[in-house]
């Protein structure tokens, strides 16, 4: 399984990493939205874990973007907007799903279902 993790934060895609380097074959890391497209398209990922706040494009534009693309595309929110409004705003985008930062376990039960 190929994964793609967008985040501006380096530390955060090395955490992110961590919890799905048992299920990948490879991984894949952006650093903002505005390269998501072009990285999909290269690398044809089977997931892609997605931050919501970035500094050129943001996650959730991003993911309306590549969806539209590509509406096969798997992408799941990873966020710290714990809240009614980014899950809204999330499931509208096109996403598969939304994890908040803070349950990050929940990584290991959506890739052993995948």
Known sequence: MKIMIVDDSPLMREIIGGFVKKY???????????????MYEEEHPDIVFMDIQMQQKDGIT???ELC???????????????DALH???????????????ENLHEIAGLLEAA
Do not use: W, Y
Not at 72 to 77: E, H, L, Q, S, T
Not at 94 to 100: E, L, N, Q
């Open 62 to 64: 991003a993911t309306k």
């Open 68 to 82: 539209a693309v590509h509406p096969d595309a798997k992408v799941f929110i990873i966020t710290q907007f714990n």
């Open 24 to 38: 990948a074959q490879s991984i894949v890391e952006c650093s903002d939205g505005s390269d998501v497209l072009m």
């Open 87 to 101: 899950r809204t705003l999330a499931n509208a985008s096109g996403a598969a799903g939304f994890i908040a930062k």
